[in-house]
């Protein structure tokens, strides 16, 4: 897949437990993030945003935080599922208007033990 | 669920020659996007396009890039000749006007120039 070769950080849990993965962002103006995840072969696909007048924000299962004293951004999933084996990639935008212009980071892992 | 849709989801083509690879964004979404990934690299943004015209581009969007939009449903990016660098997968997006509203991708195509 195209994220063969890329060093990722690598979670590993088991099924059942909850994971956390993290995310350091670059610029102290971004006001805008999203959690995306990409299975083998396929697109991002988005789970979860969080503006930046926000420190917390859950989902179905996922929950986002965000520390923005320490341009820190997380997601947790709980009870981890073997379809939640995937790369998760943080995105961030810094673009005020609407045109959101997302800067990816490098991305992590999920392995997922059943 | 509406989806992003490209096609093909896999050209070969050779060094110096023109490729266009295509898209049909969701329908009611006003904003485009063009984004690759390198092999082993992270998810790089390309170039985004509103009313008919590019609102913002990458230093890799060069000369060698454009993007149209043919009709009411096709969104294109053509390489008008394309070298081994260019090999990588080119993901397409699109979203809302809302400015919380998030990208939506399609699943790619992977773009090898031999």
């Known amino acids: 897949g195209e994220n063969v070769g890329l060093h990722l950080p690598t979670l590993s849990v088991q099924e059942g437990d909850n994971s956390i993965i993290n995310c350091a962002y670059s610029?102290?103006?971004?006001?805008?993030f999203i959690w995306y995840k990409q299975e083998s072969g396929k697109g991002p696909q988005f789970i979860i945003d969080?503006?930046?007048?926000?420190d917390k924000r859950q989902g179905q299962r996922v929950t986002v935080l965000l520390n923005k004293t320490v341009k820190h951004l997380s997601l947790q999933i709980a009870a981890t599922q073997p379809g939640d084996s995937a790369v998760y990639f943080c995105?961030?935008?810094?673009?005020?208007?609407?045109?959101?212009?997302?800067?990816f980071g490098g991305g992590t892992r999920l392995m997922v033990k059943p | 669920e509406p989806e992003v849709t490209q096609t093909p989801s896999h050209q070969v083509t050779q060094m110096g020659q023109e490729v266009i690879l295509r898209c049909v964004p969701i329908?009611?979404?006003?904003?485009f996007y063009w984004y690759r990934q390198i092999l082993g690299q992270k998810v790089e943004f390309l170039v985004s396009?509103?009313?008919?015209?590019?609102?913002?581009k990458s230093e890799i969007f060069d000369d060698q890039f454009s993007v149209e939009r043919p009709d009411g449903s096709n969104f294109t990016l053509k390489i008008r000749s394309t070298k081994l660098e260019d090999s990588a997968m080119y993901f397409c997006?699109?979203?809302?006007?809302?400015?919380?509203?998030?990208?939506?991708f399609g699943n790619g195509t992977r773009l090898t120039v031999t």
């Open positions: 396009f509103y009313n008919n015209e590019i609102s913002e």
């Open positions: 329908s009611n979404h006003l904003y």
């Open positions: 997006a699109s979203k809302k006007r809302d400015i919380s509203s998030p990208l939506h």
């Open positions: 969080i503006r930046s007048n926000m």
């Open positions: 610029n102290s103006a971004s006001d805008y």
């Open positions: 995105a961030e935008n810094f673009d005020n208007n609407a045109g959101n212009m997302l800067t």
